[in-house]
């Protein structure tokens, strides 16, 4: 799998999540003012969104959106315990914060 990664930006979690999960992982920086990856790639090829982060899965496939991806890598190492089992409450509340944290989050009057 690869990592396409900003320094301070959202794709840190994934970031993390791939460490916990003793996955192996490479990373490549996207410069965000050009869209051009550090391999000289046009990352709009990579995400059409224009942003990261963005995982290129084994198959070649590439994924997107922090809240999907972190749910990804940690059920592709379930000894590392970061998620709940599927069909659990427990699962659902991860999903529930995951959401508040990349929502709103804050109190509508
Ligand atoms: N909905 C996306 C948002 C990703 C996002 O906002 N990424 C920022 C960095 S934290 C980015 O790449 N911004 C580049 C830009 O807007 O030009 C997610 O949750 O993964």
């Not at 959202?10 to 003012?33: M, Q």
């Not at 070649?60 to 709940?84: C, H, K, R, S, W």
Request: glycine share 8%; with cysteine.
């Amino acid at each position: 799998m690869k990592l396409y990664f900003d320094v301070s930006s959202c794709s840190l979690s994934p970031h993390i999540a791939l460490r916990e999960a003793g996955l192996d992982y490479e990373l490549e920086w996207v410069d965000l003012n050009t869209l051009t990856t550090a391999s000289g790639v046009d990352f709009n090829q990579i995400n059409p969104k224009g942003y990261v982060p963005v995982l290129e899965l084994d198959d070649g496939q590439f994924l997107t959106e922090g809240v999907p991806m972190v749910q990804y890598i940690a059920d592709l190492a379930p000894e590392a315990n970061l998620i709940p089992p599927v069909g659990s409450i427990e699962r659902y509340r991860v999903a529930e914060w995951l959401a508040d944290l990349t929502g709103e989050g804050t109190v509508c009057s």
